[in-house]
Nanobody, 126 residues
Framework: QVQLVESGGGLVQAGGSLRLSCAASLLSSFYMYTVAWFRQAPGKEREFVAA????????NYADSVKGRFIISRDNAKNTVYLQMDSLKSEDTAVYYC??????????????????WGQGTQVTVSS
């Protein structure tokens, strides 16, 4: 069974940076999986943040994080990263990574991903 484990969350001041990691286990062909980050703030729906495609590694971002967040992957380590800079209070949420094999469209749709991590809390103080 595929397991995704997020790490790197924490408390940071506005304008600061954090790097989240999503480590995938039991994925012998990690390069075949599109991996995304979603987030959910209290009282709000889960929303798409960023995705890195399985083929070619192209990336997609929500408008709210463009220019501030960068998603990347290291297939040799079965890990995807989310570098978050210029953090704002509205970035406060639980961040989840999600993965699905050969996903090639509609990256922002949560229901397109079969595998999810348990989440990591990011809190940005103003």
């Amino acid at each position: 069974q595929v397991q995704l484990v997020e790490s790197g969350g924490g408390l940071v001041q506005a304008g600061g940076s954090l790097r989240l990691s999503c480590a995938a286990s039991l994925l012998s062909s990690f390069y075949m999986y599109t991996v995304a980050w979603f987030r959910q703030a209290p009282g709000k729906e889960r929303e798409f943040v960023a995705a890195v495609r399985w083929s070619g590694g192209s990336t997609n971002y929500a408008d709210s994080v463009k220019g501030r967040f960068i998603i990347s992957r290291d297939n040799a380590k079965n890990t995807v990263y989310l570098q978050m800079d210029s953090l704002k209070s509205e970035d406060t949420a639980v961040y989840y990574c999600a993965a699905d094999r050969f996903l090639s469209s509609n990256y922002e749709r949560a229901r397109g991903y079969n595998y999810w991590g348990q989440g990591t809390q990011v809190t940005v103080s103003s």
